[in-house]
């Protein structure tokens, strides 16, 4: 009796010898970037648009009208979706996929004013929901038009000077967009948001296992301890001691990010340069205050 082996087939390969496989999983990484971007978009329309409401509601004499929960929750959905719309135009996308889009942001909405009206929602869940709703509802449209945010080859368009800037940048832009309205309205964060900062470096680290070295993870526990015991104390001390104490807290981080930036250790890079402003930002203004 004749013994018969079955060889397996070897596993087909693209051109430069990665399995195809991996095809999926590099598009799904590939629309990463193109979902920050549009949420940076958003953001930016959100920040940029939102004094020139209140200036046309001041002029109208209906000022009032901007306090409303559900008034402000469409405006807020409008600013984005404008911001959005500016973006993909300039990324080249046709003006179909732009209305599926406007059509994600908006149609949540009502689903969360509705409940609001009868009572089910106070007015902090509205705007929060909002919010919320918006980033899976974006991601969804995103990956309904995959191939139009992510082309064969996954190449995108970036064209001019703007767009370069945008490509070597956004960390620093997306931070700046996000803390715009410090510099006009500064505030004292929470002491005990100081929890974050160094909350970020522990779950991405071990998300990307880097803390494998005992003495990187002795690193960034002991700059954990660091923080906690700054914000006890700043939660603990009358004014204007706590409020020096938060502003401390997130410049020295600021000052952490920097050094991990250089090191291009533990976390991305793009992660580093957006902390690094976001955190110098916040404890800049929070001494503004002062």
């Known amino acids: 009796m004749t013994e018969t082996t079955t ?3 070897p596993a087909a390969r693209t051109t430069t010898g990665a399995p195809l496989v991996a095809e999926p999983v590099a598009g799904r990484r590939r629309l990463f970037r193109p979902v920050l971007e549009m949420l940076a978009a958003m953001v930016a329309g959100m920040l940029l648009l939102d004094p020139v409401w209140a200036v046309a509601a001041d002029r109208l004499g209906r000022a009032d009208l901007l306090t409303r ?4 929750a469409l405006v807020m959905v409008l600013d984005m979706a404008i911001g959005m ?5 300039h990324r080249g996308h046709p003006w179909s996929g732009v209305g ?4 994600a942001m908006l149609l949540p909405l009502p689903l969360l004013v509705v409940p609001w009206w009868v009572g089910m929602l106070d007015a902090d869940a509205l705007v929060l929901g909002a919010h919320l709703v918006m980033v899976p ?3 969804a449209a995103v990956w309904r038009r995959r191939d139009d945010h992510v082309p064969a080859g996954g190449t995108i368009r970036t064209t001019g000077p703007l767009g370069g800037l945008l490509r070597r940048r956004w960390p620093t832009l997306l931070a700046l967009l996000m803390t715009v309205d410090l510099w006009f309205a500064p505030v004292v964060p929470d002491p005990w948001l100081l929890l974050l900062l160094p909350a970020g470096y522990l779950v991405i680290g071990a998300y990307r296992r880097q803390l494998g070295d005992r003495r990187v993870l002795a690193v960034q526990v002991a700059g954990a301890v660091g923080w906690v015991g700054l914000a006890v104390v700043a939660a603990a001390a009358a004014e204007p001691l706590a409020t020096w104490l938060v ?5 020295a981080h600021a000052a952490w990010d920097v050094v991990y930036h250089r090191l291009n250790r533990v976390v991305p890079r793009g992660y580093t340069e957006w ?3 976001l955190d110098a930002a916040v404890g800049v203004t929070v001494l503004l205050t002062l």
């Open 137 to 139: 509802a974006t991601v």
């Open 85 to 89: 719309t500016v973006w993909m135009r």
């Open 7 to 9: 060889e397996a087939a």
């Open 69 to 72: 929960p559900e008034v402000g």
């Open 247 to 251: 502003a401390a807290g997130w410049l």
């Open 100 to 103: 599926e889009m406007v059509a």
């Open 275 to 277: 902390c690094a402003v």
